[in-house]
């Protein structure tokens, strides 16, 4: 595996859809959040959950979002721990970006790729199970 840095532009251009699906998802859960404000009821906003009663291996990623911003890294990793993890490096990796007005770029074999998908997977699958049971 290689690991350099490359120019790239300070602020990166970001497609117009995924602005769209980010305010889609935010007023989704402004929505949750005032309907179970007014109501006192948890609305589940997880499809998945919804129709299995298990958690999805993304669940818990608005909620462990939203303590990360409230500063409760503890529980936000509790959440979510492989999102929260994401969220971590892209953020940092998103102010290095924005400072250095470089990018990191990774060029793989074959080889090393599907050992990076596996180990992917494998930390993946970690993670759903840690879901599955810590939000019995």
């Known amino acids: 595996m290689h690991v350099s840095l490359r120019p790239a532009p300070r602020?990166?251009?970001i497609p117009a859809w995924s602005i769209g699906f980010v305010a889609l998802w935010a007023l989704i859960v402004i929505i949750a959040r005032i309907v179970e404000w007014r109501t006192g009821t948890d609305l589940d906003t997880c499809l998945f959950h919804r129709l299995?009663?298990?958690p999805c291996p993304t669940c818990g990623t608005t909620r462990g979002l939203l303590a990360m911003a409230r500063g409760d890294w503890k529980r936000s990793f509790l959440w979510n721990p492989l999102t929260m993890g994401?969220?971590?490096l892209v953020f940092a990796g998103s102010i290095g970006r924005a400072i250095t007005a470089?990018?990191?770029t990774l060029?793989?074999?074959q080889r090393e790729r599907r050992l990076f998908l596996t180990i992917f997977l494998v930390l993946l699958g970690l993670n759903w199970t840690w879901l599955i049971y810590s939000q019995r």
């Open 102 to 104: 470089k990018t990191i």
């Open 11 to 13: 602020w990166p251009r």
């Open 52 to 54: 299995t009663g298990h």
């Open 107 to 109: 060029q793989m074999s």
């Open 86 to 88: 994401g969220a971590v």
